[in-house]
């Protein structure tokens, strides 16, 4: 099992680029999340699934989009990249919620210059 | 609004024990979560708990109290392996999880 695999581990954009954050999971998952995480701030929810072909917003979800098609994918589209989206990207996902713990990704470095 | 709580660095020294508090106001309650996250990687699970009281998972041990909105998390018999950030994160009454900054905690030979 390889878990949760995120792809790029770093990527560098310029201003008004776009790109996809690849997330997968061979966990059979049914729950995934993209969380940011800045600096001395808490890990912060931009979208969920709780299941393929449904999608809903967390907490700062301005700036992103995600789909997800399959159970085990769950990308993260970035439009028209601002400096604010410089942060380290982490990807999850869990069998349910309530007690089932979040399984990470190893993360994605994004700088926005 | 919603917060966690937590101290933002502590130390330590090998072979001690350290607790590390989290105190918490959160839309409703749905269980209370504690990760580790060394530097640079992801966070790892360590410890949930739902109803109050202590759940003990070999050196690690984790408290709530519901009542007071507080947990800590206790690491005994330090290593310096643990030298990470403790995450502590609850999920509230959507189902969400809401994540403290973190404690980082640096242990000292």
């Known amino acids: 099992n390889a878990g949760v695999t995120q792809t790029p581990k770093f990527r560098i954009l310029k201003i008004g680029q776009s790109m996809t954050l690849q997330c997968t999971q061979d966990m059979n998952h049914n729950y995934m999340y993209w969380y940011r995480q800045d600096p001395g701030m808490g890990l912060k929810l931009i979208y969920y699934s709780v299941g393929a072909g449904i999608t809903d917003k967390g907490e700062v979800p301005n700036g992103y989009n995600v789909s997800r098609s399959t159970t085990e994918d769950f990308p993260l589209r970035l439009e028209l990249a601002a400096p604010s989206q410089t942060s380290v990207y982490f990807c999850a996902s869990s069998f349910e919620t309530g007690s089932y713990e979040q399984y990470f990704g190893p993360g994605t470095r994004l700088t926005v210059t | 609004g919603q917060n966690i709580d937590q101290p933002t660095e502590m130390t330590a020294t090998e072979g001690a024990i350290v607790q590390i508090n989290c105190t918490y106001q959160?839309?409703?309650?749905?269980?209370l979560f504690w990760y580790q996250q060394h530097a640079g990687e992801a966070p790892t699970f360590l410890s949930y708990n739902v109803l109050d009281g202590l759940e003990e998972k070999g050196r690690f041990s984790s408290f709530l109290s519901r009542s007071k909105g507080y947990s800590y998390l206790l690491l005994k018999e330090l290593q310096m392996k643990d030298s990470a950030s403790y995450l502590c994160?609850?999920?509230?009454?959507?189902?969400?999880?809401?994540w403290g900054a973190g404690t980082k905690l640096i242990i000292k030979p």
């Open positions: 994160a609850v999920r509230d009454s959507n189902y969400q999880l809401i």
């Open positions: 959160t839309s409703g309650f749905n269980g």
